[in-house]
């Protein structure tokens, strides 16, 4: 896979993956560690922690959050991302999961040499380039009376992945996650026009009982859809009814739709969802006198890990690496120190 079509894949799919978009996170801001008592949010303490050493604590990073540039180490980059990516309710072994995914996500990056958006940083906390990434004061502000118990699940979450990684023939992999799926994930070729081996449709267990908003319906009046469509698909014929201007429909039996026709013009399932600014490409169309429905089942992009399924394997007694081969197809799940870093 050229180096091209690699930076596409990252930028593409992180445009999707995010599902909790968090508030502003603070630059200056170091984690901190579980009191006692959960602390209220005015009164936080100032001195961060001291984690055990390990590998992670040994890989240097520097991070532009905020628009502020600052080094860090990949243990306490990994707090912050984890509190952002995922319900710090969720299971441990589903946590764990996540920080390894995301610590795999910045070693991959670094692997291919970091991004032009922002050469003096190994990552950044905008989701539209890098992984989003939240405070100890920020998160704490969200989980009120349980801060000191979610801060200390993501801690052990990190601590006990400790330099593990997610690797595809020994090299980190492209570590795409999303929040929830129907039935299935989706092959990365379906989605991004591009395969990767280990990225494949796998079965994922979520459902309605197990995902918040699991299902939602995004409607449009005809004229609103027609100018939504008209813009990005100029190309494309909208004349007559809106009843007409969807054909060709290809879906999985989950439901998701791989492409499509719109006005004649094709586009995968996941294109029209960017159009629309659906929550999935999973989608049914309804018709009704003015106005149009789309009703949607789960949040993201499909490919890679689910989050909700990560969570519901855990329940079910898979640990992190079960899950994560589980999702990453060959994959193996391993103690990773990449050669050129441990700068001091
Ligand atoms: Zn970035």
Redesign the pocket.
């Known amino acids: 896979m050229g180096k091209h079509v690699g930076l596409s894949l990252i930028l593409i799919f992180l445009l999707f993956f995010l599902p909790w978009l968090w508030g502003e996170s603070h630059a200056s801001g170091q984690p901190e560690p579980p009191a006692e008592d959960p602390p209220p949010a005015e009164d936080i303490p100032e001195d961060p922690p001291q984690t055990p050493s390990g590998t992670d604590r040994s890989i240097s990073l520097n991070i532009?959050v905020d628009g502020q540039l600052r080094q860090t180490n990949m243990a306490d980059y990994l707090l912050g991302v984890v509190r952002a990516e995922m319900p710090a309710s969720f299971e441990l072994e589903a946590l764990k999961a996540q920080a390894v995914a995301a610590r795999t996500f910045v070693l991959y990056r670094m692997a291919g040499g970091g991004?032009a958006?922002?050469p003096e940083a190994d990552?950044?906390g905008?989701i539209t380039?890098?992984q989003a990434y939240k405070s100890y004061e920020d998160a704490a502000q969200d989980w009120g009376e349980a801060a000191a118990e979610y801060e200390a699940k993501i801690r052990q979450a990190v601590e006990d992945t400790d330099g593990m990684c997610v690797l595809y023939e020994g090299k980190p992999l492209l570590a795409a996650f999303h929040a929830a799926s129907s039935q299935t994930t989706q092959d990365a070729a379906a989605v991004w026009s591009s395969s990767l081996p280990y990225l494949q449709s796998v079965e994922t267990p979520e459902n309605e009982e197990t995902v918040p908003n699991y299902h939602s319906s995004a409607s449009f009046t005809a004229s609103e859809l027609k100018s939504r469509l008209q813009t990005a698909l100029p190309e494309a014929n909208l004349s007559g009814s809106p009843s007409d201007w969807f054909t060709n429909i290809q879906q999985q039996p989950g439901g998701t739709v791989t492409s499509l026709a719109v006005g004649g013009v094709p586009v995968t399932g996941g294109q029209l969802r960017s159009i629309l600014e659906l929550r999935s490409a999973c989608f049914t169309i309804s018709f009704a006198e003015d106005t149009v429905t789309f009703s949607v089942t789960g949040y993201g992009h499909g490919v890679g890990m689910s989050q909700y399924g990560a969570n519901v394997l855990a329940a079910g007694g898979m640990d992190y690496r079960e899950i994560l081969t589980w999702y990453y197809t060959g994959a193996a799940v391993e103690p990773y120190t990449p050669v050129s870093v441990s700068n001091e």
Do not use: G, I, V
């Open positions: 532009l991004t958006n922002h990552a950044c905008d380039c890098c």
